[in-house]
Nanobody, 114 residues
């Protein structure tokens, strides 16, 4: 089955950190660029990070550089999003995406609140 399954979201206090995971199945993950997006309440979906296939170059919007890190483990068919120094405005549903197949996961909720 071709799918993406995210996990790792939850409730975290401002300044905290979380690591999201996205497990892929049903396609050649190691040859695929992968992206993370997010959609906050009342907001449009926003691009968060991209990682290419080898050599795994990474890209971020300027607003998130230094706080978010995308990585991948091709042996586990998994892409990660490490988020540091979280802010209330980071509250959103986070989705992983494989653009070649227009494939999306179901999303994982991240809530940053005291």
């Amino acid at each position: 089955q071709v799918q993406l399954v995210e996990s790792g979201g939850g409730l975290v206090q401002p300044g905290g950190s979380l690591r999201l995971s996205c497990v892929a199945s049903g396609f050649a993950f190691g040859y695929s660029a992968m992206l993370w997006y997010r959609q906050g309440p009342g907001k449009e979906r926003e691009w968060v990070a991209t990682i290419d296939s080898l050599p795994s170059r990474t890209y971020y919007p300027d607003s998130l550089k230094g706080r978010f890190t995308i990585s991948r483990d091709d042996g586990k068919n998994t892409v990660y999003l490490q988020m540091l120094s979280l802010k209330p405005e980071d509250t959103a549903v986070y989705y992983c995406n494989n653009p070649a197949r227009d494939l999306w996961g179901q999303g994982t909720q991240v809530t940053v609140s005291s």
